[in-house]
C-alpha cells in the first residue's frame, strides 16, 4: 500500500535499522526506544492484522520470528517476549500487521506482562461464549 509505512519500510523507500530479511518478510528495530533490542516483523505484504492475515503469510512471519528469537540467544540475550495488537481496540497505531520481539535477559527490569483489571464474569459463561464447535 503506497502509503503503509511499514510497506515503505519494506520496500526500502523510508528508512529503518534491518536487522533481518527474505522474500516475504522483514525485521527491523522498533523507533519507539523502550526497551533493548525491540524489533517488528512484518509481512512484506500489506495486510492489516492477524485477523486478515493469510496462513500462508502467517507462516512466513512466524519463521522469522523465530529464526529472529534464535539469533538474540546467540546475542547473548536469554529470552524473548512476543507481542501483538490486533485491531484498534486492541491498542494496535499502525495498521500493517507486526509482531513486536522484546530480547529478554534475567534482571532487566522489564515487565512486559500487561496489568489487567479482573473479571466478575464466571469462568463457566465465558466458557459457553468463547467455545469452538
Ligand atoms: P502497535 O501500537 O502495536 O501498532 O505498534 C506500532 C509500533 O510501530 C510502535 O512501537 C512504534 O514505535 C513503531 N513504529 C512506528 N513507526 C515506525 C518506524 N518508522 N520505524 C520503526 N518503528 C516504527
Ligand atoms: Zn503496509
Known amino acids: ?67 529472529v528469537a534464535d539469533h538474540c540467544t546467540r546475542c547473548g540475550y536469554g529470552g524473548v517476549n512476543l507481542l501483538n495488537a490486533s485491531g484498534t481496540c486492541a491498542g494496535q497505531s499502525v495498521p500493517h500487521f507486526h509482531m513486536h520481539l522484546l530480547p529478554r535477559k534475567s534482571g532487566d527490569g522489564m515487565d512486559t506482562w500487561p496489568t489487567l483489571p479482573g473479571t466478575s464474569t464466571p469462568l463457566l459463561d465465558v466458557y459457553n461464549k468463547l467455545k469452538m464447535e
Open 1 to 67: 500500500m503506497e502509503s503503509c509505512i511499514f510497506c515503505r519500510i519494506a520496500r526500502h523507500e523510508t528508512p529503518a535499522y534491518m536487522i533481518a530479511e527474505d522474500a516475504d518478510t522483514c525485521c527491523f528495530l522498533d523507533i519507539a526506544m523502550d526497551a533493548e533490542g525491540h524489533m517488528l516483523i512484518i509481512p512484506k505484504k500489506h495486510v492489516s492484522s492477524l485477523l486478515d492475515c493469510d496462513e500462508e503469510t502467517l507462516g512466513h512471519v512466524l519463521q522469522m520470528v523465530k529464526r
